[in-house]
């Protein structure tokens, strides 16, 4: 199953956070990050505590950016 790790950078109403969704969108792992997370590259250490292992580049989106993900052996 193909899954989706989606980072939104902080701003004034939330903190820092890191949604990973499988194929049908539904998301499967919710992560709030500290507020000093600086951008996408910083969170890898976050997503492997999680069981991820980015298999990809961030890619830019409207609200952050996305990378797919797998399982963390």
Do not use: C
């Not at 989606?6 to 004034?12: E, I, L, P």
């Not at 820092?16 to 969170?43: F, K, S």
């Not at 890898?44 to 999680?50: H, Q, R």
């Amino acid at each position: 199953m193909a899954r989706t790790a989606h980072y939104r950078a902080a701003d004034t109403d939330s903190a820092p956070a890191i949604t990973v969704r499988d194929d049908r969108g539904i998301p499967v792992t919710e992560l709030e990050l500290q507020h000093d997370v600086d951008g996408p590259n910083d969170i890898d250490g976050e997503l492997l505590a999680a069981g991820f292992n980015r298999s990809a580049d961030w890619s830019k989106v409207d609200d952050g950016w996305v990378a797919p993900v797998v399982p963390a052996d």
